[in-house]
């Protein structure tokens, strides 16, 4: 019977495609992220000195930090999706990378000018932009619990938990490209807590959602 059990189960098994596990959660953020990029684009238009953003150095802070915790969300996301997965350097290495943003941070403000101070930290927009990175992330999070469905992540709340942070970072990376601040104590603020919100948002949707 035992036998016969399994030569059931196996008769129908197919073949899978060399490297399809991080084909599908990399498709899925790729594909949500164009959507979320034709969002930002429709929604907020390109930071008005788009041409000349590109030569300062809060320009790629922005653009190196939220590409950077996106990286570590997406590390994260491959290794615990799979039934055996587990990893530690991803969770330690995000809050070194918002230390370091947090130095550098406050090297700028002890350089600025008194009345500079405030709008380095504060900005124009610290009470939308959390909130704008958590809509711009909504798609890659969507997509990337639905890829993860498809999957076997062991722990399903830290599965999405890192689903989340790499959403968050994807998000913020997009916004970046909106966003006219020029503190890194903005970033350090504003873009940590959009992306934490994310993150918390994917972890508890993954404790329902990525059940075996």
């Known amino acids: 019977m035992t036998d016969e059990l399994i030569d059931r189960l196996s008769s129908d098994l197919k073949p899978v495609r060399h490297n399809a596990l991080p084909r599908l959660v990399v498709g899925a953020v790729?594909?949500?992220g164009v959507v979320a990029a034709i969002a930002m684009l429709a929604w907020l238009?390109?930071?008005a000195d788009i041409a000349t953003a590109p030569g300062t150095m809060i320009f790629w802070t922005k653009f190196g930090y939220t590409l950077a915790l996106a990286v570590l969300g997406g590390v994260a996301t491959l290794a615990l999706s799979r039934p055996d997965g587990a990893i530690r350097w991803p969770w330690l290495a995000a809050p070194l990378l918002l230390l370091g943003v947090f130095i550098a941070a406050?090297?700028?403000?002890?350089g600025a000018e008194p009345d500079e101070m405030m709008p380095l930290v504060i900005g124009g927009t610290s009470l939308v932009c959390p909130w704008r990175i958590v809509a711009?992330?909504?798609p890659v999070l969507v997509a990337l619990l639905l890829a993860l469905r498809r999957l076997a992540p062991a722990n399903p709340t830290l599965a999405g938990l890192a689903a989340g942070l790499f959403a968050?970072?994807?998000g913020a990376?997009?916004?970046?490209?909106?966003?006219?601040e020029n503190g890194v104590m903005f970033l350090a603020l504003w873009y940590t807590l959009g992306i934490a919100v994310v993150a918390g948002l994917g972890a508890l949707l993954g404790r329902f959602l990525l059940r075996w």
Do not use: D, E, P
């Open 106 to 110: 406050i090297v700028q403000l002890a």
């Open 173 to 180: 990376w997009i916004y970046s490209f909106a966003c006219g």
């Open 136 to 138: 711009l992330s909504v």
């Open 30 to 32: 790729m594909a949500s």
């Open 168 to 170: 968050g970072g994807t």
């Open 45 to 47: 238009g390109t930071r």
